[in-house]
């Protein structure tokens, strides 16, 4: 069965200091990772995706397949970064139908 | 751009009533359209797989009957959901793939921005 953890119920950081979301997963197969991102009263969207290895509002997440982990990470946290995260998968390809983490409440304080 | 609309945004109705919550794709068509259900502060469970012109596919432990879902043309899905009672109040989404491929920036879908339902 597919499985996404994500140990953190909430994480608080102060502005400036890195920040790291820890996901992983469980999958019998080549999963697709995901980040997305709730801001608040806003629609879910995506922030960025294990294929792409782009970088999106300072955030990047490398995919290990050893550890099975996907953990998202920014040097400099920001206020506005403030929001709830998510790390999802799905099958890959055609394949649409995405599992979820619980979510990380990141709170970044001034 | 590609969108996707939820009505309504929020409801509130009295036990043992039934709510209908639609789904539409804007300027893409879906022949799949998920539909999830968030408790506060929580993960998005999916509850169930819509298809167009065939019966949905419902994820494990979830009642069909209790959660309608028609998928009536290739821009809407309804979730209905019959006999409403207060542990039913929760924040319905759905999301659609589009069928001409990938959405922006690769991702598998659109989100729609979510239905708030509240029984009393």
């Known amino acids: 069965a597919q499985r996404v953890t994500q140990p953190e119920k909430l994480l608080s950081v102060f502005k400036g200091a890195p920040v790291e979301l820890k996901c992983n997963y469980s999958y019998s197969g080549s999963p697709e990772l995901f980040w997305y991102v709730q801001y608040s009263r806003q629609r879910l969207q995506l922030l960025l995706r294990h294929i792409s290895r782009e970088s999106i509002k300072g955030f990047t997440a490398d995919l290990n397949k050893g550890e099975t982990s996907f953990h998202l990470k920014k040097p400099f946290a920001q206020e506005e970064d403030s929001a709830m995260y998510y790390c999802?998968?799905?099958?890959?390809?055609?394949?649409?139908?995405?599992?979820f983490g619980k979510g990380t409440l990141l709170t970044v304080n001034p | 751009g590609a969108v996707v609309s939820q009505h309504p945004s929020w409801v509130i109705c009295k036990s043992g009533t039934s709510v209908k919550i639609e789904c539409r794709s804007l300027?893409?068509?879906?022949?799949?359209m998920f539909w999830y259900r968030q408790f506060p502060k929580q993960s998005l469970m999916l509850m169930a797989t819509?298809?167009?012109?065939?019966?949905?596919?419902?994820e494990q432990g979830v009642e069909k009957d209790k959660f309608l879902i028609n998928h009536a043309s290739l821009t809407l899905s309804t979730l209905t959901v019959t006999s409403a009672h207060p542990e039913d109040s929760s924040f319905y989404i759905c999301?659609?793939?589009?069928?001409?491929?990938?959405?922006?920036?690769?991702?598998?879908?659109?989100f729609g921005p979510g239905t708030r339902l509240t029984v009393l």
């Open positions: 819509s298809n167009e012109g065939s019966k949905a596919t419902y």
């Open positions: 300027d893409f068509q879906a022949t799949t």
């Open positions: 999802a998968l799905t099958g890959g390809g055609s394949n649409y139908k995405l599992t």
């Open positions: 999301s659609a793939p589009p069928l001409a491929g990938r959405a922006r920036g690769g991702d598998t879908q659109y």
